[in-house]
């Protein structure tokens, strides 16, 4: 296929990421050392047979009174059973947005095409990490695309309806059926036709 006359085949596949706003914080070894302490449930009397420091010694580093010898750094890895880099990498800060959308049977927004027609999904919601949406496949053959499509990120298709072929570029074409899916890399050339009687519908979930 020519690189030429290339369709519109999906909706618009930048899926933006949330901007960092948060200032990072310098870290703190004994606060961070306290938090695997606690993390694996252990007293400080505890983690000192562990690791084999005295149980002052450990209560000093984690009150950031003395800073540890990497002789000391070795100790509290082993006997924490963690690497050395897990001491200073600051735990993840899981935060709720809260955020949510319901899409009503028929309410999503639809996007037609000469292949497919697609309804979008969640659209209320902005700076989504996925996309979902929901097509009828009209396309009958191979030859009814211009191109392979392909696009950033990687896709999950399942199919809800019908049975299709799926096109991709790396692999032989393979038939799907109703409850059949496919996850794939979405920059590798891909397409669907219809085989069922009836127009195939599928619901596809685009991530960057």
């Not at 209560?59 to 800073?67: L, V």
């Amino acid at each position: 296929m020519s690189n030429e006359n290339k369709q519109d085949i999906y909706p618009s596949m930048s899926v933006a990421k949330e901007q960092e706003t948060s200032k990072i914080e310098p870290l703190k070894l004994g606060k961070r050392l306290k938090e695997i302490r606690m993390a694996h449930g252990l007293t400080l009397e505890e983690a000192s047979k562990k690791t084999g420091l005295a149980r002052s010694t450990l209560s000093k580093i984690e009150n950031e009174q003395i800073s540890p010898t990497f002789q000391a750094m070795q100790k509290l890895a082993n006997g924490l059973d963690v690497d050395i880099p897990q001491l200073f990498a600051p735990p993840k800060q899981i935060k709720a947005t809260g955020r949510r959308d319901i899409t009503r049977v028929g309410e999503g927004k639809p996007h037609p095409t000469s292949t497919y027609e697609h309804e979008l999904l969640a659209t209320q919601l902005t700076h989504k990490k996925m996309m979902p949406f929901k097509s009828r496949v009209r396309a009958r053959f191979f030859e009814d695309y211009s191109d392979w499509i392909r696009h950033d990120g990687e896709e999950f298709l399942l199919v809800l309806s019908g049975e299709i072929t799926f096109y991709s570029e790396f692999y032989e074409p393979v038939n799907l059926t109703e409850g059949d899916s496919v996850y794939y890399d979405a920059n590798m050339g891909h397409m669907l036709v219809s085989l069922s009687q009836e127009d195939a519908h599928v619901l596809w979930v685009t991530a960057s």
